[in-house]
């Protein structure tokens, strides 16, 4: 079965911290591109954070020094660190994974984050 699960998402106050957790099975993981997105009620998707197969790495701008992206290919896992919570980060985050060369991506079913002020 392929599925990504993620983990992590919750209620928590500005300033504190999260961490989100996206557990892939099925795939090889250690060949995709990871990705977190983030959509909030009436907006646009966001990328916010990408874990390249060779561990390259790539953040919004509005998260740069707050978030960091890691992965951990013998758990077939991928992290999003979230530090310096805001009330603006709240929305519900998702993983893709993408294996390049025109092929599907794959999507978990979202988790939502939300910081109260």
């Known amino acids: 079965q392929v599925q990504l699960v993620e983990s992590g998402g919750g209620l928590v106050q500005a300033g504190g911290s999260l961490r989100l957790s996206c557990a892939a099975r099925g795939i090889i993981f250690s060949i995709y591109t990871m990705t977190w997105y983030r959509q909030a009620p009436g907006k646009q998707r966001e990328m916010v954070a990408a874990?390249?197969?060779?561990?390259?790495?790539n953040y919004a701008n509005s998260v740069k020094g707050r978030f960091t992206i890691s992965r951990d290919n013998a758990q077939n896992t991928v992290y999003l660190q979230m530090n310096s919570l805001k009330p603006e980060d709240t929305a519900v985050y998702y993983c893709?994974?993408?294996?390049?060369?025109?092929?599907?991506?794959?999507w978990g079913q979202g988790t939502q984050v939300t910081v109260s002020s």
């Open positions: 874990i390249t197969s060779v561990r390259r790495t």
């Open positions: 893709n994974a993408d294996p390049g060369s025109g092929r599907i991506a794959l």
